[in-house]
């Protein structure tokens, strides 16, 4: 049974949401995507919605092992989300790794060379 304490949670993210699309102009799956991200931490921190939890939920994602790109997307839901119920937040997103590129061995240019017909 849900309580009226969730039902008012649920109703309040739903807006949060429609914020989204109408006031930011973010896409519907983008505002989806934070809806979900808000919506874990809302439970997370049982209600308890303040700065302090945020950054204890960044920690606890660090923690939990999450990629750094993932972390910075709940981030970016966060502050949403917080800028949508007029408070302010010093919540910054993790650097994300940029990954080197992959290239050819000499060997391995050598062996697609033989392997291309002429």
Not at 19 to 41: C, E, H, M, P, W
Not at 66 to 86: D, E, P
């Amino acid at each position: 049974m849900v309580s009226e304490l969730e039902t008012e949670a649920i109703h309040q993210l739903e807006t949060f949401k429609t914020y989204l699309v109408t006031q930011k102009q973010i896409s519907l799956g983008v505002a989806r995507n934070y809806f979900y991200s808000v919506r874990k931490f809302v439970r997370w921190a049982e209600a308890s919605v303040t700065e302090g939890t945020a950054m204890q939920y960044y920690q606890f994602l660090q923690a939990q092992g999450y990629a750094n790109s993932t972390i910075a997307n709940i981030v970016y839901a966060l502050n949403h989300y917080f800028q949508f119920l007029g408070k302010k937040i010093r919540l910054t997103p993790p650097k994300r790794h940029k990954r080197q590129p992959n290239f050819l061995t000499v060997e391995e240019a050598q062996d697609l060379i033989r392997v291309i017909p002429t």
